[in-house]
């Protein structure tokens, strides 16, 4: 069983589109996060969400609307999409995220491409 | 930003030596993590070291951390092929942040 899952794996889309990436974990955990890995493998937090409530929102343009329908799902909305966009986006859930940190699960990404 | 950076940018050893990364942080931390990527796919936590431990041990692996210093290192003892990946380190304050990584290529 695939314990943290995303779809899609790849993106390929054109500037401006709206597009939406999914994710799913199965380890009964609390804590969800989206991350963005840049070209240079650089990653950086973008929101975290813990029993469905928003507890981490970094600097990111506001194109990006994470939902959470429940506490095993969260999901990423891109609204008009630029080219600075490309990047590989990482989910990831923990137990926890109070006082110090759990291990974190990591999905297998989503590459998003943006032409 | 309390960052991780990390040293070398990238290592290359043959199979059966030792290889090790360090990482530096910028502010205090709660604890601080390393993570290994493979090519294309997600990362995987290797190992996590609370700010009053000085050393741990996993396997073939061995982590320390020198909070005087903020600084911590990675040893991957008797390295095979399949350890060549991309390894970070991840400093927990009130987030997990990363590191720019280090590529280690192990040749068999």
């Known amino acids: 069983d695939t314990a943290v899952s995303q779809t899609p794996k790849y993106l390929v889309t054109q500037m401006g589109n709206d597009k939406s990436i999914k994710c799913e974990q199965n380890l009964g955990h609390d804590t969800m996060y989206w991350y963005k890995q840049d070209s240079k493998k650089f990653l950086k937090i973008m929101f975290s969400y813990n029993n469905k409530e928003l507890i981490i929102n970094e600097t990111v343009p506001n194109r990006f609307s994470p939902k959470s329908p429940d506490k095993a799902h969260l999901n990423l909305h891109i609204n008009s999409l630029e080219l600075g966009d490309s990047a590989v986006y990482f989910c990831?859930?923990?137990?926890?995220?109070?006082?110090?940190?759990?291990?974190?699960?990591f999905g297998p990404g989503t590459r998003l491409t943006v032409t | 930003s309390q960052q991780g950076e990390e040293d070398p940018q990238a290592l290359s050893i043959q199979e059966g030596e030792n290889a090790t990364m360090n990482c530096s942080y910028k502010t205090s931390i709660n604890n601080l993590q390393w993570y290994r990527q493979n090519s294309g796919r997600g990362l995987v936590h290797l190992i996590l070291?609370?700010?009053?431990?000085r050393e741990k041990h996993s396997g073939r692996l061995r982590v320390t951390l020198d909070t005087s210093k903020k600084s911590s290192s990675l040893l991957i003892t008797a390295s095979r092929a399949a350890d060549t990946a991309s390894y970070f380190c991840a400093t927990w304050g009130n987030k997990l942040v990363f590191g720019a990584g280090t590529i280690l290529r192990v040749k068999s």
């Open positions: 990831a859930s923990s137990q926890g995220h109070r006082d110090y940190s759990y291990e974190q699960y």
């Open positions: 070291i609370r700010s009053n431990e």
